[in-house]
């Protein structure tokens, strides 16, 4: 039976894991797509705003190249929300012109109240709890380098933010376990988030047998040899399997969560990893626009 589009991505376990698989699935075939030069039009028609109510550039720059590269019309609107203007009526602006809604703003409860009140489809291109586009463009890049995302072992050497956040969402509803290796005083708590294939442990050799690894900024207001310990190296790297995928997060801060060493190993693929962002969106936003067919 045809699998229908349910609309907003606002936390990654809001889509099945059926639909994770063909979207990643999808981001590969996209991903030969536009290396060979010929994208589908899947957007064609689509109106599709882009608003960046917070810092950062890569995944909303690769939106609006997706946009763009498939037919649609993307738009940067300069909205904020949780200013002057409610965020119930810039909803019922927005869905005056747009069919999709992308946007990068600080809170999460924001980005839900908009999506409560706007009749356009709502994508998360990041919060400061969680972003769940960055956690599904990783998983394509790996899934086209695996296989198969099944069994994996994730080892999120970071601390109780955003990027690791989005990995424990996807661990509640996919076949993958996500361990965060960092200090206790930063280990995720949320009872919402804490579930079986998820755990914490300060033990570095978890990495060892580790099929991803992957690192964060560390907390402001610490003094670095806090968490000196979790600064991820060469030597660290030549320990785990052969095969591991080293993927860290940018913005890195070389010298603090990646040694400047590590940043050159052959395991570290950031820079391959995060091509699959663009890929990745893509096929998410063929599925909301419900021109990916699902049967599940």
Same mark, same amino acid.
């Given at each position: ?142 899934? /086209?380098?695996? =296989?198969?995302? *099944?069994?994996?072992?994730? $080892?999120?050497?970071?601390?109780? %933010?955003? @990027? !690791? ?51 964060? /900024?560390?907390? =402001?207001?610490? *003094?670095?040899?806090?968490? $000196?310990?979790?600064?991820?190296? %060469?030597? @660290? !790297? ?59």
């Amino acid at each position: 039976m045809a699998v229908e589009a349910s609309g907003d991505f606002l936390e990654f376990h809001d889509l099945a894991p059926e639909i994770v698989q063909a979207i990643l699935d999808r981001a590969s075939e996209l991903a030969n797509a536009w290396y060979d030069g010929r994208m589908p039009q899947s957007l064609s028609g689509k109106h599709i705003a882009l608003i960046v109510d917070d810092s950062g550039w890569r995944n909303t720059t690769a939106f609006d190249l997706g946009i763009q590269a498939m037919g649609g019309l993307s738009v940067h609107a300069p909205v904020s929300l949780g200013g002057r203007e409610s965020i119930a009526d810039l909803a019922g602006y927005l869905d005056n012109w747009f069919d999709m809604i992308v946007i990068r703003t600080k809170q999460l409860a924001s980005l839900q109240e908009l999506a409560e009140n706007a009749e356009a489809p709502v994508i998360n291109a990041r919060t400061r709890s969680n972003h769940p586009c960055e956690t599904l463009g990783d998983l394509a890049y790996i899934r /086209s380098r695996r =296989g198969s995302i *099944e069994g994996l072992k994730i $080892a999120g050497v970071a601390p109780d %933010a955003n @990027i !690791l956040r989005s990995w424990v969402e996807a661990s509640v509803s996919l076949p993958i376990e996500v361990v965060q290796v960092f200090s206790q005083r930063w280990h995720i708590r949320e009872p919402a988030l804490v579930n079986r294939n998820f755990r914490v442990s300060e033990d570095m050799r978890e990495l060892e047998d580790a099929d991803v690894i992957l690192t964060d /900024s560390w907390p =402001g207001g610490a *003094e670095e040899s806090v968490f $000196a310990d979790y600064r991820i190296s %060469a030597a @660290i !790297l030549d320990d785990c399997r052969a095969d591991a995928i080293f993927i860290p997060c940018p913005p890195v801060m070389r010298g603090q969560e990646v040694a400047m060493d590590a940043m050159a190993h052959p395991a570290c693929q950031s820079r391959s990893a995060k091509a699959f962002l663009l890929h990745a969106q893509n096929a998410l936003m063929e599925w909301i626009a419900g021109r990916l067919d699902i049967t599940a």
